[in-house]
């Protein structure tokens, strides 16, 4: 048994750094969103939702992004239609647990996996203020493509873009970088 536990000792301690660092991540997360009310949202989603809001306008789109009165979302208005809505977990905060969780499993130099996970998580944000402008408008115009579009193409794009991310951190500036 001591033989395989030191054989695979690096498998090991990845997937328990990884797990520990995940766990821990979403507990803070999962303590941090109990801090709102039933049906307040959280500043980030509210912070998302003004941000894709702001593109759009910098875009010249007629778009409204408000707090629903009754519901935990924002209610997003394009073209005085309402097309979507943006929910908690439209925040991609998840994405960047899992993100962060890996990169933390295969650290490198402290400073150099500080200002990755840094990077990662702005780029991540980044892309899905994008993703949220893109739903809107190609939902507007394809209502009938919604599943494509928000199950499909759009979380292969965000969880493509975080492979390609852990790909570039392995090979250039983890400890397992050659």
């Known amino acids: 048994m001591k033989k395989y536990l030191i054989q695979f000792k690096p498998f090991l301690i990845f997937v328990g750094t990884f797990f520990l660092a995940y766990i821990t991540l979403t507990l803070i997360y999962g303590f941090y969103l109990n801090t709102y009310q039933t049906n307040d949202l959280d500043a980030i989603t509210v912070v998302s939702g003004r941000n894709a809001e702001q593109l759009m306008h910098l875009l010249n789109y007629d778009v409204v992004i408000q707090k629903n009165a009754f ?9 005085g239609e309402a097309v979507i809505r943006i929910i908690e977990g439209c925040n991609a905060v998840s994405v960047m647990i899992l ?8 650290s490198g130099k ?8 840094l990077f990662g998580i702005l780029s991540i944000y980044i892309l899905n203020v994008l993703r949220i402008v893109l739903l809107t408008i190609l939902l507007h115009h394809y209502p009938n493509q919604t599943h494509l579009l928000h199950g499909v193409l759009f979380p292969l794009i965000i969880y493509g873009f975080v492979f390609i991310l852990w790909i570039i951190w392995i090979n250039r500036f983890s400890k397992y970088a050659k």
């Open 99 to 106: 993100f962060v969780a890996f990169v933390l499993a295969f």
């Open 110 to 117: 402290f400073k150099t996996t500080l200002f990755f996970i």
């Open 71 to 79: 519901e935990p979302w924002l209610d997003v208005i394009f073209n």
